[in-house]
């Protein structure tokens, strides 16, 4: 996957990661979609970055219709981090999502790039169905500032991951992505991203996010869910409710 990086509302370039995560020259199909304006030739996204530096990020993601992927991927992620958004330029992220490659069952999935590091890709469930939801979470870790876990359906799912300087630093995100493959071929998908909370402090102490900026390439769309799917009561005490919406292509 490629992973996004927002810094204070503006979108900053990609960097080309691992096999699993437009331009001016492109023909006008491949245009419509694939060609985003927020990273490299052939990506593209839906999905929003919170308006609030946090200490983790939480989602439930469902995939509502099989993605169709002819090249490349589709994928709706969480994360925080990107190329370049760590201490002195460097570059480390953590995400953990649902994807989609041409011919195979979708999957949980999360990706781990440390300073200096080429990302390590880890698959998490296998298998998943339409209309499965996974509880997904990157939290840093209570009293211990700068060190992370990915954490699937309520328990975590890695070793303790360190990420100097990383406190207090990132705006989480939630998104959907896709990736042509380097071809002029659009992928299809829709993922729904429910109770999407931000945590304010080490540990937790969650609250709903509140949207710092949309991320919405030619083709895809993203729609806040109001009032929230399934009944859902707040994500926390108070009267906010929880944060929900679509990401899909058009």
């Known amino acids: 996957m490629k992973t996004l990086a927002v810094s204070t509302f503006v979108v900053v370039a990609l960097a080309a990661v691992s096999v699993f995560l437009a331009s001016a020259g492109a023909t006008s199909r491949a245009l419509t979609c694939g060609s985003g304006t927020h990273g490299a030739p052939g990506y593209a996204y839906a999905g929003l970055q919170s308006g609030r530096v ?6 439930t993601i469902t995939a509502l219709r099989q993605p169709a992927v002819a090249a490349g991927h589709a994928a709706g992620w969480i994360g925080v981090g990107g190329p370049g958004a760590g201490p002195g330029g460097e570059t480390m992220w953590l995400q953990t999502g649902v994807a989609a ?3 195979t069952p979708l999957m949980v999935y999360a990706e781990i ?6 990302p ?3 698959s998490l469930h296998n298998d998943v169905a339409v209309g499965e939801s996974h509880r997904l979470a990157v939290l840093e870790m209570s009293r211990r500032p700068g060190v992370w876990r990915i954490w699937l359906d309520g328990r975590p799912v890695t070793d303790p991951i360190v990420l100097r300087g990383s406190h207090k630093r990132w705006q989480p995100l939630a998104t959907a992505e896709s990736w042509n493959g380097g071809v002029s071929t659009c992928n299809s ?4 991203f429910e109770r999407v909370g931000v945590a304010q402090s080490l540990g937790g102490s969650w609250r709903p996010l509140v949207p710092g900026y949309t991320i919405r390439d030619r083709g895809y769309a993203v729609r806040q869910l109001s009032p929230s799917p399934r009944g ?7 009267s906010l409710q929880a944060y929900a919406f679509d990401a899909a292509s058009a």
């Open 113 to 118: 790039t440390r300073p200096g590091h080429d």
């Open 54 to 59: 946090g200490s983790g990020v939480r989602a």
């Open 101 to 103: 490659l041409p011919r």
């Open 120 to 122: 390590v890709f880890l």
């Open 189 to 192: 998908f829709r993922f729904r």
């Open 232 to 238: 859902q009561r707040t994500l926390s005490a108070g």
